[in-house]
């Protein structure tokens, strides 16, 4: 979870870095087909991540979370 505006803007540029790396062509070391798609997979799985993040971030920040109010009963 972010907690602030600086987690956000690292959060942000890792995420720009990532998706970055998935335009770029696959480096020679990575001849094997299996291990390209391998690679790309877990490029993209963290990008999901980080975006869910940031996106959660930003929804709490304009309001659109809802807030669980807890009643002991």
């Known amino acids: 979870m972010i907690k602030n505006e600086r987690q956000y803007r690292i959060t942000k540029t890792q995420a720009d870095k990532f998706a970055r ?3 770029e062509p696959p480096s020679r070391a990575s001849n094997d087909p299996l291990m390209r798609e391998l690679e ?4 993209s799985s963290q ?5 869910r ?3 959660e971030f930003d929804q709490m920040g304009s309001g659109e979370c809802g807030v669980i109010t807890l009643v002991n009963p």
């Open 21 to 23: 790396a998935l335009r």
């Open 40 to 43: 790309t997979n877990a490029l």
């Open 53 to 55: 993040k940031l996106q």
């Open 47 to 51: 990008l999901d991540e980080l975006r």
